[in-house]
């Protein structure tokens, strides 16, 4: 068996609105938010040169918001000022390498498919049945960003499966 040492801490999603942003992962999933939002900036206190360091000289300011799930897992939120942030065109490039989605857990994903459309989200696909006993969903946060809803954990849903072998 595998010795895990390194547990999920948290995932960066870049929004142009970081009220809305807070509003809609607060609203929608029930985040809790622990600090901010704040303002950075490329500048010389240790924060500011972190950043540069992190984001390169094109960096001069941003906005962050810290949440957190409810198992404790972290979303950072970034609103970038400068440059300023923009919505992609194509939100699903999922054919290029990187990261093209995170998922969350939901206990009734008809009622998160209403809330995510209340508060300015879309639901991309209809409520798919993957295994007999398992469903998922796939929706976007209101500045595009993919997520996938699944009605129970990680583990649950691929575990185990006869139909991967």
Do not use: Q
């Amino acid at each position: 068996m595998a010795n895990y040492r390194y547990p999920f801490n948290h995932v960066g999603v870049s929004v142009t609105d970081i009220e809305k942003g807070v509003e809609f992962y607060r609203n929608v999933f029930g985040f809790r938010l622990i600090m901010g939002p704040a303002d950075i900036k490329a500048d010389d206190t240790v924060i500011g040169k972190l950043c540069i360091d992190i984001f390169g000289e094109k960096m001069k300011h941003f906005r962050i918001a810290h949440m957190t799930t409810a198992d404790g897992i972290g979303i950072e939120l970034f609103e970038f000022k400068i440059p300023k942030a923009v919505r992609r065109e194509e939100n699903f490039e999922y054919w290029k390498t990187g990261i093209f989605h995170m998922a969350f857990t939901s206990s009734d994903l008809e009622e998160s498919a209403k809330m995510i459309e209340k508060h300015g989200g879309k639901v991309r696909t209809k409520v798919w049945e993957a295994f007999p006993d398992r469903r998922l969903l796939y929706c976007e946060d209101p500045f595009g960003n993919i997520f996938e809803l699944y009605d129970c954990t990680y583990s649950e849903m691929y575990a185990n499966r006869e139909e991967y072998r």
